[in-house]
């Protein structure tokens, strides 16, 4: 049976006192009900505070991104190994703003699935469609293409990633996908995760996830939870979401 799993994106917001008052909160309100986990995902400079705040409690805490490498010359990356050595559980690949800002491809996005799960790490592997792909009838096409390269490099492993659908469409542009729209979409992303022997994997929706939203969007029933962006940062906006 999967659980349900909400997990914030803090994306590059935050202050250590920012992160602190909020932090506190999350901790307060959350009560850990069976069946639902809570997570978030900081900036690296603030993976020791998440640490620090949330170790021991029932919210688990991740990174935004990772490398494709171990170890080396690689200026600027931030390893898996690394990443655990901190306590993450979670860390984001191929988020949408990688790909298009970073220009990550979605090879790039399975070497760093394959490296966050073989450095102990649970992938939350970021999926999903402009909205040029959509009106064309192309949502399909881009979000399979998406998913075959990671599973084709992690193979049986692909069962130990989460899987988050995000419409770019819908990233930060107030706009959401309607419930019968993701559900389409998560349906889709279900049966190849089946035929990938990983139909247990959880499978969160992305894309302007509210309070007001939530509860209509997690019924469905191929929406595991939710990857939430600015309503992150706001504790009792989060916490709403949640327990939608």
Same mark, same amino acid.
């Given at each position: 049976?999967?659980?349900?799993?909400?997990?914030?994106?803090?994306?590059?917001?935050?202050? #250590?006192?920012?992160?602190?008052?909020?932090?506190?909160? #999350?901790?307060?309100?959350?009560?850990?009900?069976?069946?639902?986990?809570?997570?978030?995902? $900081?900036?690296?400079? @603030?993976?020791?505070?998440?640490?620090?705040?949330?170790?021991?409690?029932?919210?688990?805490?991740?990174?935004?991104?990772?490398?494709?490498?171990?170890?080396?010359?690689?200026?600027?990356?931030?390893?898996?190994?690394?990443?655990?050595?901190?306590?993450?559980? @979670? $860390?984001?690949?191929?988020?949408? !703003?990688?790909?298009?800002?970073?220009?990550?491809?979605?090879?790039?996005?399975?070497?760093? *699935?394959?490296?966050?799960?073989?450095?102990? =790490? +649970?992938? /939350?592997?970021?999926?999903?469609?402009?909205?040029?792909?959509?009106?064309?009838?192309?949502? +399909?096409? %881009?979000?399979?293409?998406?998913?075959?390269?990671?599973?084709? $490099?992690?193979?049986?492993?692909?069962?130990?990633?989460?899987?988050?659908? !995000?419409? %770019?469409? *819908? /990233?930060?542009?107030?706009?959401?996908?309607?419930?019968?729209?993701?559900?389409?979409?998560?349906?889709?992303?279900?049966?190849?995760?089946?035929?990938?022997?990983?139909?247990?994997?959880?499978? =969160?929706?992305?894309?302007?996830?509210?309070?007001?939203?939530?509860?209509? #969007?997690? *019924?469905?029933?191929? /929406?595991?939870?939710?990857?939430?962006?600015?309503?992150?940062?706001?504790?009792?906006?989060?916490?709403? /979401?949640?327990?939608?």
């Amino acid at each position: 049976m999967r659980g349900k799993l909400t997990v914030g994106n803090w994306k590059m917001n935050g202050g #250590l006192t920012a992160n602190s008052a909020l932090l506190v909160a #999350l901790l307060a309100g959350w009560k850990a009900p069976v069946g639902r986990e809570l997570g978030v995902c $900081v900036p690296f400079p @603030y993976l020791g505070q998440a640490r620090d705040a949330l170790a021991g409690s029932a919210i688990a805490w991740g990174a935004q991104d990772v490398s494709a490498h171990a170890r080396g010359a690689f200026t600027g990356d931030v390893s898996a190994g690394m990443l655990a050595e901190f306590g993450c559980q @979670y $860390v984001l690949v191929g988020h949408s !703003e990688r790909r298009q800002l970073h220009g990550e491809t979605d090879g790039e996005v399975a070497a760093k *699935a394959a490296a966050a799960v073989n450095g102990g =790490l +649970q992938p /939350i592997v970021c999926l999903g469609e402009t909205l040029a792909e959509r009106e064309t009838g192309q949502t +399909q096409v %881009v979000v399979g293409r998406q998913f075959d390269a990671v599973a084709a $490099v992690l193979g049986k492993q692909t069962a130990l990633v989460v899987l988050a659908y !995000e419409p %770019v469409w *819908a /990233i930060g542009t107030g706009r959401t996908a309607s419930p019968a729209e993701a559900q389409a979409v998560h349906a889709f992303l279900r049966q190849r995760l089946t035929a990938a022997g990983a139909g247990n994997v959880q499978v =969160l929706y992305g894309g302007s996830v509210k309070a007001a939203n939530a509860a209509e #969007l997690f *019924a469905v029933p191929d /929406i595991d939870g939710g990857l939430v962006g600015g309503a992150s940062l706001d504790a009792n906006e989060f916490l709403a /979401i949640a327990a939608a």
